[in-house]
Each structure stands twice: as C-alpha cells, then as structure tokens.
C-alpha cells in the first residue's frame, strides 16, 4: 500500500514507515493530509494537491528543439 492509499488512520498505521527524514526535513502522512517540516515550518498539504504536486514533478516534460 502507498501512503497515498490511506484513507483513514487505521489503513495509515499499517504503513511500515509514515515518514520520511532527512537531517532536519521531514515528510510525514496523515490520513487526508500530508506534512512536510524542518526546524522551524510545518506545512500541511491535502493528500489530493500533494500527490498533483509529486505528479509534475517526476513527470517528463517535452522541451522544443530539444528532442
């Protein structure tokens, strides 16, 4: 299951892992929601906007003249 799937906290605590850290920066899911923090912001995105947001930026993107 992708952290994406959890619907509500029973399907998010079966996750091996409901977060992610690197030295300060953090990802965390919730159901509905996704945080992403570091020392000093916390930031809370919808799952929905996250997942558009993940989507654009891992998709590949046609560049004129560059083919």
Do not use: H
């Not at 992708?2 to 029973?10: E, I, L, S, T, V």
């Not at 929905?48 to 891992?58: D, T, V």
Request: aromatic share 14%; hydrophobic share 40%.
């Amino acid at each position: 299951m992708k952290p994406c799937d959890c619907k509500d906290g029973a399907m998010a605590s079966e996750l091996n892992e409901q977060g992610i850290g690197f030295n300060e920066w953090q990802i965390l899911v919730e159901p509905l929601f996704v945080y992403i923090q570091n020392a000093t912001t916390k930031i809370r995105i919808p799952q929905n906007r996250f997942k558009a947001f993940a989507e654009w930026y891992l998709e590949d993107q046609f560049i004129p003249g560059k083919e």
